[in-house]
């Protein structure tokens, strides 16, 4: 194992490591554009330059990114010799980039814009006019690029050939004139992990047409949570305004309690550092028109009410049913067994069953079963059953994705459902109830690895938690 | 293209197993000078058979100014701009021709028979100025040359 030193600090590198791995491990950092962790290293940007010493007392400098880490190496990140050849890269980088970080969405969390604050800070030196490139290029249907933003760094397209393996992008002509395109053949827009790329993106080249212009970074905070999205159960960030930056139109009020943005949370035992692109849809998800009230046969209910009525609808039945959603939390699969015990027979239901066109499950992340949690509901109600028996006297059915043909005619029905739908007015009593941003839980995912999310948003009115809800639906009668 | 691929193996078996995207380049080559440009096809076909993904292909095309996605004329008159040729009239030598031919460089003439471009360095700065007829070098190039040459090939 070297041990080398960087700037003064003795640190002992792996077999194989570069500079720059060793410098990271070791919690020492060494800036970077085209490197990233998880792909090939091009060398290109040069930005990772550091100095390392000569015998005679000199100083050479080279790229730490990929410059193996050798024993008795003694390495500066930031002496003088350094400094002006990071400041002249950051120049060249910048050569003929449009510096409109105020019309930029990256800007705020743009690695050019923070480097040029830390390496450079000076105007440009340059008297020759800047190339121009296409502006609004649309990449794909989901996103936008700017080829006068981009620095060239080909992390994008390496992203397509060694972890989406969609070959989708390249980068195509030469020197100042080199542009990232996509493949002719469609490719980038059938990659189910594009948005990864512009995650990727150390500029504003690249963008999401959903969030193009939604909103400046720093007004959005980042709520860890789990990507609902299949049985992996991937770590997302979901993004949405901070409450000192709450729009105050009426007409804009909406947009506050909505999802802005989704981003990958890196977690190695899960996901890595990347999601699909069905995490970064989720807005879309959660945002669906939500049921705001009880019912009784359609007809709207007081909450009271319709909460006594289900309670007594349960009490009454002899053989009643309940069809579990596997969307629910661990905690809320946990307050059902504890309110409920053995009161039903179990019926697992798939919420959600991949759509026409939906990668079904691949080599990377995606999975088969379209639930988070039908492992949570395994570990904490024991094996269900999948059909709803014959002789059921009452179905109490817990989430979306329920194919009500399957209720014994005659039978009773509690809907419990967060979002409005037909059905809804079929059951004798529906209670509507809390989505995943209103709450916090875990789901666990198929190798058994758990995960919690948070909450984003309170509880809109006339809405309740399945979790609370339970305790409540057990005791006799109709009365209080 | 798919004619051409009892040559391709050929040329597939000087390379290790494994590499074949280095063979591409030679590919193209090959085509190019087969059709006289790389078409649509040509580049379906050779992904096709390398088992190389398209952006690849794309990429090498856009990279070379050698490699033409378009025909040209007969006669491809390819003069040099650099310093040297520069500096001993190659500019005059450009206009001349533009004159003589009735199109600006990156042109064909209407009859199809001249294609006239102007290209970075020949390696032939000793003789410059330098034009390329197809691929014969033609050196020390004056105006009174050029339109014995133009005269000739018309």
């Known amino acids: 194992?070297?041990?080398?030193?960087?700037?003064?600090?003795?640190?002992?590198?792996?077999?194989?490591?570069?500079v720059m791995q060793a410098a990271r491990d070791h919690g020492i950092f060494i800036p970077y554009f085209c490197w990233h962790p998880n792909l090939s290293v091009p060398g290109n940007c040069r930005i990772c330059v550091v100095g390392v010493a000569e015998k005679d007392g000199g100083e050479w400098v080279e790229i730490a990114c990929n410059m193996?880490?050798?024993?008795?190496?003694v390495v500066f990140t930031a002496s003088e010799k350094v400094k002006a050849r990071r400041k002249a890269t950051m120049e060249f980088i910048t050569l003929n980039?449009?510096?409109?970080?105020?019309?930029?969405?990256?800007?705020?969390?743009?690695?050019?814009?923070?480097?040029?604050?830390?390496?450079?800070?000076?105007?440009?030196v340059s008297r020759d006019a800047k190339t121009h490139a296409t502006k609004h290029f649309d990449l794909s249907e989901r996103i936008v690029l700017d080829?006068?933003?981009?620095?060239?760094?080909?992390?994008?397209?390496?992203?397509?050939?060694e972890i989406s393996m969609s070959n989708g992008l390249g980068m195509l002509d030469r020197g100042d004139h080199s542009i990232v395109r996509p493949s002719p053949d469609g490719a980038f827009a059938k990659d189910a992990y594009s948005d990864n790329v512009i995650d990727l993106c150390p500029v504003g080249a690249l963008l999401a047409k959903d969030f193009l212009h939604k909103a400046r970074v720093w007004y959005l905070k980042a709520t860890p949570s789990v990507c609902p999205g299949c049985e992996r159960g991937c770590g997302v960030n979901l993004w949405h305004r901070k409450d000192e930056w709450k729009l105050r139109s009426p007409r804009q009020a909406a947009r506050n309690e909505g999802i802005d943005r989704v981003t990958p949370i890196e977690n190695p035992a899960v996901n890595g550092p990347w999601v699909c692109n069905k995490a970064r849809d989720l807005p879309r998800l959660f945002g669906r028109v939500r049921a705001t009230g009880p019912l009784f046969k359609g007809a709207p209910a007081p909450c009271e009410a319709a909460v006594l009525e289900a309670r007594a609808l349960i009490a009454e039945a002899k053989r009643p049913v309940a069809v579990v959603s596997s969307w629910a939390s661990n905690e809320e699969l946990a307050a059902f067994k504890a309110a409920f015990g053995s009161r039903f027979a179990l019926v697992a239901k798939r919420d959600h069953e991949p759509q026409p066109g939906e990668v079904v499950q691949d080599d990377l992340l995606i999975r088969a079963d379209k639930n988070p949690n039908a492992a949570g509901v395994r570990a904490v109600l024991g094996e269900c059953g999948t059909e709803v028996p014959k002789d059921a006297d009452l179905v109490l059915v817990w989430g979306e994705g329920f194919d009500f043909r399957a209720v014994p005619a005659g039978a009773k029905i509690v809907f419990l459902n967060a979002f409005l739908a037909p059905e809804n007015g079929h059951a004798d009593v529906f209670l509507p109830l809390s989505i995943q941003t209103e709450r916090s839980g875990h789901y666990t995912n198929f190798a058994g690895v758990t995960s919690r999310f948070e909450r984003c948003f309170a509880l809109p009115p006339g809405v309740l938690h399945a979790e609370e809800l339970f305790g409540s639906l057990v005791g006799n009668g109709r009365g209080a | 293209m798919?004619?051409?691929?009892?040559?391709?193996?050929?040329?597939?078996?000087?390379?290790?197993?494994?590499?074949?995207?280095?063979?591409?380049?030679?590919?193209?080559?090959?085509?190019?000078?087969?059709?006289g440009f790389v078409a649509d096809e040509d580049i379906v076909g050779l992904c096709e058979y390398l088992k190389v993904p398209r952006i690849q292909v794309e990429e090498v095309l856009s990279y070379y100014t050698m490699l033409r996605r378009e025909g040209i004329g007969k006669t491809h008159l390819q003069v040099c701009r650099n310093i040297a040729c520069s500096m001993r009239g190659a500019e005059d030598v450009i206009e001349h021709a533009c004159k003589r031919l009735g199109v600006k460089p990156g042109q064909t003439t209407a009859d199809g028979k001249f294609t006239l471009s102007t290209v970075e360095c020949l390696g032939s700065c000793g003789t410059a100025p330098v034009l390329m007829v197809n691929d014969a070098y033609h050196e020390?190039?004056?105006?009174?040359k050029l339109d014995a040459l133009i005269a000739g090939l018309s």
């Open chain 2, 140 to 144: 020390n190039m004056t105006l009174e």
């Open chain 2, 2 to 35: 798919k004619h051409l691929i009892p040559e391709f193996e050929r040329m597939k078996a000087r390379f290790p197993a494994g590499f074949d995207s280095s063979l591409v380049l030679p590919c193209l080559h090959r085509i190019q000078a087969d059709r």
């Open chain 1, 1 to 18: 194992m070297p041990r080398l030193t960087i700037d003064g600090r003795e640190i002992e590198a792996k077999a194989g490591q570069t």
């Open chain 1, 68 to 73: 193996p880490a050798a024993e008795g190496m």
């Open chain 1, 147 to 161: 080829n006068e933003r981009c620095i060239q760094c080909t992390r994008c397209v390496r992203f397509t050939r």
């Open chain 1, 97 to 124: 980039h449009p510096v409109d970080c105020g019309i930029c969405d990256k800007a705020g969390e743009c690695t050019l814009q923070d480097y040029h604050f830390e390496y450079n800070g000076a105007a440009s």
